[in-house]
């Protein structure tokens, strides 16, 4: 079982304002993920990372960054939100690339109003 | 282009017969394949995987089959429980280009399992 943790599973939010979407998993593992799902649609990869200081842009354009300063942690900002980042933002991880599961949160949905 | 299909965008089924659910796939780098499922609040959950060595692989009531040659994967429940009603995803990975592993999803089949 998974143990990988996103807060705030709900935000609410007006057009501008910065938020950071949180991310943390227990089980030491090397690769992190960030995907953005809008309902009905596939799993777009938005960023991903292969440890500490390391992180990359998926297939899917996005406005928003990430970091990576410590294994566990892979928080996702957005400095200006607007209505269009509203989304399901879905983190995860695997201890490594392909050939291996990768292990999702709960997702955080957010709307920006 | 999508990579991952699957065509069917819902399924229905009764409690206690078959779900299958289908999967397609048009690179032949693929060569690790994922089923998740997930509930409408919540991230998707991992179900059963399989690699392109394998034809088939079982999991209690879930067994994936790959057929390489159609490039074509399923999902068979059996017996299909209310449950299990969700969306499922398929997703595939392979190292080729500039893939570095990553998966790559289906839009998701809906499905809808009845007392």
Redesign the interface.
């Known amino acids: 079982e998974?143990d990988i943790y996103?807060t705030p599973r709900y935000l609410v939010i007006g057009t501008g304002k910065k938020i950071t979407l949180e991310c943390s998993q227990t089980m030491g593992h090397d690769k992190m993920?960030w995907?953005q799902q809008d309902p009905?649609?596939?799993?777009?990869?938005i960023h991903?990372s292969y440890g500490v200081n390391s992180t990359?842009k998926?297939?899917l354009s996005s406005e928003s960054t990430v970091s990576r300063i410590r294994t566990e942690h892979f928080p996702l900002t957005l400095e200006s939100a607007r209505p269009s980042h509203t989304s399901q933002y879905?983190?995860?991880s695997s201890e490594?690339?392909?050939?291996?599961?990768?292990?999702?949160?709960?997702?955080s949905?957010l709307t920006v109003v | 282009d999508q990579q991952v299909k699957q065509n069917s965008p819902s399924l229905s089924v009764q409690e206690g017969r078959i779900s299958i659910l289908n999967c397609d796939y048009t690179n032949s780098m693929f060569d690790y394949f994922l089923w998740y499922k997930k509930y409408p609040a919540e991230g998707p959950t991992f179900l059963i995987s399989i690699s392109s060595i394998k034809d088939k692989n079982e999991d209690g009531r879930f067994t994936v089959f790959l057929n390489k040659s159609a490039k074509h994967l399923s999902l068979h429940i059996v017996p299909s429980q209310p449950g299990d009603s969700a969306v499922y995803f398929c997703a595939a990975s392979g190292y080729y280009g500039g893939s570095q592993g990553n998966l790559i999803f289906g839009k998701g089949t809906k499905l809808s399992v009845k007392p």
């Open positions: 998974a996103q993920y995907y009905g649609m596939e799993l777009h990869l991903y990359e998926g297939d879905l983190c995860a490594g690339g392909g050939g291996n599961t990768i292990y999702f949160g709960e997702g949905w």
